[in-house]
């Protein structure tokens, strides 16, 4: 068997917080509204965790089958790619992370209703096909609109809709600048990567629009994010408090800087900063709901 140093960095831990923010902003709404339920709070959470993990797995396994991990990888090391681990075992891993998943998606079921089967099983289908099956969608450019729908949209509404099976227009309107910035975090990932990307064939959305247009397209959802939230804020269709989380704006310019200044592996800080970033703006957002 592997190493636990080696499943850990499969598990890609960094990447967990944008699995977390969404559940954090949900519940921090249901909170206000007086609705929050620890066990839904705690189920959506886990599994939340479980989806991203089975992802990182499943990502590891099948970039590795497809050529697109190679020794000139810019980005954290793949332990299929490198032969830490047989793609055997990570699959494997990927379906007991599935399992765990189900398992929080059965009990969120008996608390919420059918409506969780259905998000639990878009969501598995969505991961699964980000670079497997015979048409992954993101090798055709559109990983950015499944991360934005599923990891803004779905996760934010979906992890509200828990506590008493309703989705305010407050979550849906929060979901979409978590969205934003979940997907800026896989912009300048995939920015980093634009070259060994194009030569394994992987055509990100990086790829096809060309390194110029793709840091113009991670300011905008960066920048638009804190603009956004502080016109819903101003407009009062979510929480009045929410419009502190715009004043995280400076923080966003920097990396936003960054993205035109760095190259390659320079990167890697800046989709840190991202990341950070992301889950700053949903914690702030999610006391803004709680205090409503």
């Avoid at 979901?175 to 990567?193: E, H, K, Q, S, Y």
């Amino acid at each position: 068997m592997a190493s636990i140093r080696a499943w850990t960095t499969a598990a890609r831990p960094h990447t967990l917080p944008a699995a977390i923010t969404p559940v954090l902003v949900g519940s921090g709404l249901a909170y206000g509204d007086g609705v929050f339920r620890w066990d839904a709070f705690a189920w959506a959470l886990l599994g939340a965790l479980a989806i991203q993990v089975a992802a990182n797995f499943a990502n590891d396994a099948s970039d590795a089958r497809r050529g697109a991990d190679t020794p000139a990888r810019l980005g954290p090391p793949r332990m299929v790619a490198l032969g830490e681990i047989p793609a055997r075992q990570m699959w494997a891993a990927a379906w007991l992370a599935v399992s765990v998943a189900a398992i929080a998606g059965i009990a969120l079921t008996m608390i919420a209703g059918p409506v969780i089967l259905v998000i639990g099983i878009s969501s598995v289908i969505a991961m699964l096909g980000y670079v497997g099956g015979p048409a992954p969608y993101g090798y055709r450019g559109l990983g950015e609109v499944f991360t934005f729908v599923f990891f803004g949209l779905v996760a934010t509404v979906g992890s509200r809709f828990v506590h008493d099976m309703t989705a305010p227009l407050s979550a849906w309107l929060l979901a979409i600048p978590i969205g934003m910035l979940v997907t800026a975090i896989l912009v300048v990932n995939n920015l980093r990567d634009i070259e060994t990307d194009a030569e394994a064939g992987k055509r990100t959305l990086a790829v096809i629009m060309g390194g110029a247009r793709a840091r113009a397209l991670y300011a905008v959802l960066v920048l638009g994010a804190f603009a956004l939230v502080a016109l819903f804020a101003v407009a009062g269709w979510v929480p009045n408090l929410a419009v502190f989380a715009a004043f995280l704006a400076p923080a966003g310019a920097r990396p936003v800087r960054a993205v035109y200044r760095e190259r390659g592996r320079a990167l890697n800080r800046v989709l840190g900063q991202t990341a950070r970033l992301h889950l700053a703006t949903g914690m702030a957002l999610a006391l803004a709901g709680a205090l409503a």
